[in-house]
């Protein structure tokens, strides 16, 4: 309508927003509520995580973190035992081919890997070292196990000692890794009071135990056999 002076009139009509569009105020609540239900979700999913009772923690690969399986020792007197990473699949001495059957074991605790009186002496003649292996050799139908352990001492004479008291009749030894269920191999025998070598050099003493599996019979082969195994020692870990 014109106004009859024909000038606009002082207050002109408020012009409302196009459509789709909102005043500061609105979009300031809009992001408000949107914020609180980012937050409200991110702490919904951060209970379910803390509370969920077969969450895995992830090791730094990325990969689920399990629990190592107890040592033969146990691990709680201060010294240490780990299977060796290093242990050769095959080792060839003499004319024998002797296949690992599983990882070296390597501890400093040797009185707890030994038994009768070598495990009295050796607890109060700690060794430095012992690293015992367990190997298969095959020749024509025979097969053979061996316990091949090396033992390293303070010094040669303490080594001499405990080689004169390996080598003697019914003063135990130590333990090789079946006998003690440190390894479980399926038909295993035991290799303890068979055929035995040993050998000193310097500070180690190596001793060496073997019998064949399935009650085969040739005394001649297995102590040719525990002989030659002797030198496998030197590529344990």
Request: glycine share 12%; proline share 7%.
């Amino acid at each position: 309508m014109t106004h009859p002076t024909g000038q606009r009139p002082e207050n002109p009509t408020t012009v409302l927003p196009l459509a789709g569009q909102r005043s500061p105020t609105v979009r300031a609540l809009l992001l408000a509520v949107a914020l609180l239900g980012v937050a409200v979700l991110s702490g919904f999913v951060w209970w379910l995580i803390r509370h969920d009772p077969g969450a895995m923690t992830p090791t730094a690969g990325g990969q689920p973190a399990t629990t190592a399986p107890a040592t033969s020792d146990g691990g709680t007197d201060g010294t240490s035992t780990s299977p060796s990473d290093t242990t050769p699949s095959e080792v060839t001495a003499g004319r024998f081919t002797f296949r690992a059957m599983a990882p070296t074991d390597v501890t400093s605790d040797c009185a707890g890997v030994s038994y009768g009186k070598v495990r009295n002496w050796l607890a109060n003649n700690p060794c430095q070292q012992v690293s015992r292996g367990l190997y298969a050799t095959t020749v024509g139908e025979a097969k053979a196990l061996v316990s091949v352990i090396a033992v390293t001492m303070p010094s040669d004479g303490k080594a001499s000692e405990l080689k004169g008291i390996t080598d003697t009749s019914g003063t135990g030894n130590v333990s090789d890794m079946v006998r003690d269920g440190t390894v479980r191999l399926p038909s295993a025998p035991q290799v303890a009071g068979r055929a035995y070598a040993s050998r000193l050099k310097g500070d180690t003493v190596v001793i060496v135990e073997g019998a064949f599996y399935g009650g085969h019979s040739d005394r001649a082969l297995l102590d040719e056999i525990a002989t030659a195994a002797v030198g496998v020692a030197k590529h344990q870990g």
